[in-house]
């Protein structure tokens, strides 16, 4: 089972990203601030000018292509104001993407980050005058620009009350992060694994009920196999 499969969307993608969600909110009323879930929609209304637009679809429509859903809303912390924060999980090691020295492993992050950033940045801002973080994690619990950017917010005011090291806060907020995505990237690889257990159990199954000559077929096809894996 492979890193990459375990990461595959299509096996309980969304709880990743849910985690990490979920983190967020956890943290941030654990140190006193206040967030809210997905489900929050803002949108800066468009300026209607029907008279010149004969192919205007409608304004529900218009409030469709201007609006959007950010993860999490907080606030309460101190600092600057209150944040939008939107949040990924990146699988960086894909069959098509190979990360060398000349195309570091951050180079996924940065595009998912700028990707956000284009999307959600101004409307934010101008809706609700909320600052965007897109907290962008490798799916090897790497963090982007902008999941730093969340973790200073969080341990600044987590240093606020617990005192100490600031840099002691920092691992401390990072570690619950990384420790709840591969907490869910781990249940992926455990489920696969079982899914894989009952495909041998069934061909060993096939395997002993089959006359001996096949058997015998069978033990030198894996014999060989063997051989060849040690070449």
Request: with cysteine; proline share 4%.
């Amino acid at each position: 089972m492979t890193h990459a499969e375990t990461c595959c969307k299509s096996i309980r993608g969304a709880n990743r990203h849910n985690a990490l969600q979920n983190e967020v909110i956890r943290q941030v009323q654990e140190y006193g601030g206040f967030a809210r879930a997905a489900g929050l929609t803002m949108y800066v209304p468009p300026v209607c000018d029907r008279e010149n637009a004969p192919d205007c679809p409608g304004c529900e429509e218009c409030d469709k292509e201007n609006g959007i859903r950010v993860d999490v809303e907080l606030g309460g912390l101190g600092g600057d104001g209150s944040y939008a924060v939107d949040v990924a999980n990146v699988e960086i090691r894909t069959e098509n993407a190979r990360y060398s020295e000349n195309r570091p492993v951050s180079t996924p992050l940065v595009a998912v980050e700028k990707r956000k950033r284009s999307k959600y940045k101004e409307l934010c801002r101008a809706a609700r005058d909320l600052e965007f973080i897109p907290a962008v994690m490798s799916s090897f619990s790497a963090p982007g620009n902008g999941m730093n950017k969340l973790v200073t917010v969080l341990a600044e005011r987590l240093h606020w009350i617990e005192g100490g090291d600031l840099a002691n806060c920092k691992r401390k907020v990072l570690r619950r992060f990384q420790v709840v995505a591969m907490r869910e990237i781990a249940v992926n690889g455990k489920r696969a694994m079982h899914e894989h257990r009952r495909e041998i159990f069934k061909v060993r199954q096939q395997q002993s009920a089959a006359p001996q000559p096949l058997q015998d077929l069978a033990a030198r096809v894996n014999s060989l196999v063997q051989w060849a894996e040690q070449i």
